[in-house]
């Protein structure tokens, strides 16, 4: 587990600690306001977290700079992104993509860089205060693990990298003294939730999940769900991997695992509930009964506010709830049979080891490749359940045997499908 005093996890520490842990790290906040501006990469800045982390920034009244801007291939809004906000760098890790852009493409003071190496070697310099990993997929893993094993503090949207390697992730902040703050809606909320006790009082956490577009589907029209279909989400506006996790609601799934080693649960106490509005982002119960939960609008740039500014709290861009307005809040458990993505989560959590590796690349591939047309909607979990009933299973893998069956899970679900 991440040191209390360090990380997301002073939330669950005792009252003490917890409390001293929030005075030095807003002294150190309010320092930087009082100064000069931290100064932030935003990894995958073309992307939706990406976005409206540019859009939090700039509301921040100074507190935050962009000194650091990353994507793959959506150059375009790179270029674009780059002479609004003059960021020191701008990284483009495809070198093909970078070589489609042109002589002079960006402001005066802004340097290009290109390549993941490159990006995970600036990360690690003193030039970079706080990173927002918001990079889709596993590719997420390295640059999240250049930046923590620098010190710095992360605010985490990468899912994946939590999924795949965990226990080696929180290991190795706790080492350098990086900090982990989620990003993911749900993590937020718990997150502020378990500020309300101590770690020995917590009996489980709850994540809620939207139900996604099929949440009233049955099993016969599932098999029929079209790409066009699944990529129309009834509340939230996401990239189209993350908006495809959510019909399947594999994106629970991921999000069980990743809340099991950031907030080091046992898998028994994880709970999924659906509710539709969104509205409730996730809840803990405690020892006596009382279940704590964190409101608001279906608005990411709450939590990435939360995470850039912790343990700090200030007027910003996110929406507010209008209680001026008739409201209702339902909820019901998820079907585990129409959607068995979320027992799989359940299983990968309790154990451990490269099982969370293999779902997630199983996952990331059969995602691609329903939306190529080349799978049915159903199979997606079919696949992934597959991958990790036959992976040689470790334990107590290391970095090299997390890769490594990164690698062997995308090819033998690439081999099934053909």
């Known amino acids: 587990m991440i040191s209390p005093d ?17 005075g030095d790290q807003s002294a150190d906040f309010q320092m930087s306001q009082n ?12 992307g939706s977290i990406g976005k409206n982390t540019l859009e939090v920034i700039a509301a921040s009244d100074g507190r935050f700079e962009v000194h650091l801007l990353c994507g793959h291939r959506s150059v375009d809004v790179l270029v674009e ?4 906000y003059r960021p020191r760098w701008v990284v483009v890790t495809d070198p093909t993509a970078a070589a489609a852009i042109g002589s002079g493409a960006f402001p005066e003071g802004t340097e290009l860089v290109i390549g993941p190496e490159r990006l995970e070697e600036l990360l690690a310099g003193p030039e970079v205060d706080r990173v927002v990993s918001a990079i889709v997929g596993a590719a997420g893993l390295r640059s999240t693990w250049s930046a923590l094993a620098a010190g710095k503090t992360v605010a985490l949207a990468n899912k994946e990298t939590l999924v795949t390697a965990g226990p080696l992730v929180t290991q190795l902040a706790a080492r ?40 009233n589907h049955s099993k016969e029209q ?24 959510s019909a399947t609601m594999m994106n629970k799934a991921l999000e069980i695992i990743e ?54 709290r200030y007027d910003g861009p996110a929406q507010r709830l209008d209680f001026s307005v008739a409201q209702r809040l339902e909820f019901s458990p998820p079907d585990l049979e129409r959607f068995p993505a979320v027992r799989l989560g359940y299983d990968v ?29 159903q199979q997606i979990a079919e696949l992934c359940e597959r991958a990790v009933e036959e992976h040689p299973f470790i334990g ?14 995308r090819k033998e679900v690439q081999t099934w499908m053909c």
Request: aromatic share 6%.
């Open 6 to 22: 360090r990380t997301v996890a002073s939330a669950t520490s005792t009252a003490a600690s917890g409390v001293q842990a929030m």
């Open 35 to 46: 100064s000069v501006p931290l100064r932030v990469a935003v990894l995958g800045s073309t």
């Open 81 to 84: 992104q780059a002479h609004i």
């Open 176 to 215: 350098s003294g990086g900090v982990i703050v989620p990003v993911d809606s749900e993590h937020s909320a718990i997150h502020q939730a378990l500020r309300s006790g101590r770690r020995h009082e917590v009996q489980r956490v709850v994540l809620t999940a939207s139900g996604g577009p099929f949440r």
């Open 222 to 245: 599932l098999a029929d769900v079209q790409p066009k279909e699944a990529l129309k989400h009834p509340t939230w506006s996401m990239g189209p991997k993350i908006t495809i996790d």
């Open 259 to 312: 809340a099991r080693w950031l907030f080091d649960l046992q898998a028994d106490q994880l709970g999924v509930v659906v509710h539709p509005q969104s509205i409730i982002h996730s809840f803990v119960e405690f020892v006596d009964g009382s279940v704590i939960a964190q409101l608001g609008p279906p608005d990411m740039k709450l939590p990435i506010q939360y995470a850039l500014a912790y343990p700090e």
């Open 349 to 377: 959590a309790a154990r451990g080891g490269t099982a969370g590796v293999v779902l997630n690349a199983a996952n990331e591939e059969a995602v691609q490749a329903f939306l190529r047309g080349v799978v049915k909607f």
């Open 396 to 409: 107590d893998p290391t970095l090299e045997d997390i890769l490594r069956l990164d690698v062997w899970a």
